[in-house]
């Protein structure tokens, strides 16, 4: 199907740098397109730092292993002062409100990217954590990396980042809550995201 495409679109875009590595080489990456109808922007966070992971499918997400682990940190450091939640099968508008409640979000440990519940509380403010693969990296335009904001984990140093997180002073939490609000605002908006879109298929036809 891909090959089909490729022979008759001006151009082709991926969502996900990760799956860039095996499509054809004029791919574009186009970030998600975010409109964000809320007002809302993290103003406290709890002094029991509330972690939230939405799997949208649980082994693309690796939420046994994320699961496992913080298990695990709980058992190690009992003093560490963290709450965990698994949502599912939970609507968009219930979601929304639910997400002002949290002060981390873990979107996923294994894709190598990440998805719209990231962006959806980055654009609110909420830190989050995802595994970002260092060599999809070169498919990203100019500047992108160098402001992603999100903490990047792996199987291996899942429980050390949420450690270095809940000791965070407030004035270093908000921080990360401005860069993360700013980040969608900049890289996902629909303003840049449909320029990019137009300059591309222009330059396409030419």
């Known amino acids: 199907n891909i090959n089909i495409m490729n022979k008759f ?3 082709l875009y991926a969502l996900n740098p990760d799956i860039m590595q095996v499509l054809p080489k004029r791919t574009k990456f186009m970030p998600y397109p975010y409109l964000d109808k809320s007002s809302f922007s ?7 730092i509330r972690i939230l992971h939405v799997p949208s499918h649980k082994g693309v997400k690796g939420t046994e292993i994320i699961n496992k682990q913080i298990k695990k940190l709980k058992y190690n450091e009992p003093e560490l ?5 698994i949502l599912e099968k939970i609507n968009h508008f219930n979601l929304l409100e639910i997400l002002k409640e949290y002060d981390l979000i873990i ?3 294994l894709v190598g990217w990440y998805g719209s519940i990231a962006i959806e509380a980055l654009s609110k403010g909420i830190p989050v954590m995802a595994y970002i693969r260092k060599e999809d990296m070169k498919f990203l335009p100019d500047g992108m990396i160098n402001d992603i904001p999100i903490i990047n ?13 809940c000791k965070l002073t407030k004035k270093e939490k908000f921080k990360l809550s401005e860069k993360s609000k700013s980040f969608v605002q900049k890289w996902h908006s629909i303003d840049y995201c449909a320029g990019n879109l137009k300059d591309n298929i222009f330059n396409a036809k030419l």
Do not use: G, P, V
């Open 81 to 85: 002062n963290f709450e965990f939640t």
């Open 9 to 11: 679109a001006y151009l």
């Open 42 to 48: 993290k103003s406290s966070f709890n002094k029991i």
């Open 153 to 165: 984990i792996s199987k291996n140093n899942l429980n050390n980042k949420i450690i270095e997180f």
């Open 107 to 109: 979107d996923q440990i």
